[in-house]
């Protein structure tokens, strides 16, 4: 038999729905699977919580539970007991359920990633037989996992990506908005087929590196080379972005490191703002052995820049 439902969220008989759902956020975040590799038993755990909070959150079950009618298991505490239909006790458990079937714990509040509510019974599940126990619901099939590797500029421009499942189909993912290294979405349905129903399938996003741009919180940033004379004159420089190439504006006498904001370039935020592109000057000497170099030091020949650019650095 599970432990007592409240004594593994750890709140009170009393506790308010809030509280149930706070409690449940927090242990679900600390002992998830994916954030415990090295530990087996944060599954095990992981599952006795998720179990604990489908009882608590379900107002019906609930009350049956406190008034001594079903145990923490869901199942009748007598072979009379439990009245008639509801629910769907010993079945499947999952993420689904909530307070009222629709204000269930939103779990992109702790993994980042899209869950969504709703109760998830198979077939069969509430069947209450006349004047006795209720049948148990057929197990759906396995729930599978997936890591999805996202190129830095599609995750920015959030755009679709194409994902190979176990049964060989492939979908088109839509990345949600602020999605993020270790963001979870969840695909109903998707996982494998039991006699209750397919389970679900969970798709871990992992943002790869890139080979110039640099996710900076919201904002991305990358670095542009430019020649002595742009940078002396200023000029019209194409410069990269996440959705393709941009003219900028290079401002006369520019020095390098100096950087400049596209607005709106960077990172899509959970509102659907974006962040934006800074793109810090990097003036470029040809080498020292190249004719473009022996000509710019006769053209230099004699001249001297009199400012103390060091002076700020005390030396």
Partial sequence: MAADPYTTLGVTRGASEKDIKSAYRKLAK??????NK????????????????????DKA????????EIDADGNPSSPFGGGFGGGHPGGQRGFGGGFGNDEGIDLEDIF??????????????????????????????ANVNYRLAVPLPDAAELKSQRITLSDGKTIDLKLPAGVEDGTQMRLGGKGEVG?????????????????????DGDDLRVD??????????????????????????????????????????????KDASRGDLLIALQIVLPEADAEASAELARRLEGWSDPRDVRAKLGV
């Fill in 224 to 269: 542009l080379p430019i020649t002595l004379d742009e940078a002396l004159a200023g000029a019209k420089v194409k410069a990269p972005t996440a959705a393709g190439a941009v003219m900028l504006s290079v401002p006369a006498g520019a020095s390098s490191g100096k950087v400049l904001r596209l607005k709106g370039r960077g990172m899509t935020r």
């Fill in 195 to 215: 006699p209750g129903g397919a389970g679900d399938a969970t798709v871990t996003i992992q943002i790869q590196p890139h080979a110039f741009f640099r996710q």
């Fill in 38 to 57: 090295d530990n087996p038993k944060a599954s095990e755990r992981f599952s006795e919580i998720t179990q604990a909070y489908d009882l608590l959150s």
């Fill in 30 to 35: 600390e002992f998830h699977p994916d954030a």
């Fill in 61 to 68: 079950k609930r009350a049956q539970f406190d008034r001594g």
């Fill in 112 to 141: 980042g990633g899209i869950f969504g509510g709703g109760g998830r019974g198979g077939p069969g599940a509430g069947m209450g037989g006349m004047g006795g126990g209720r049948g148990r619901a057929a197990p759906r099939g």
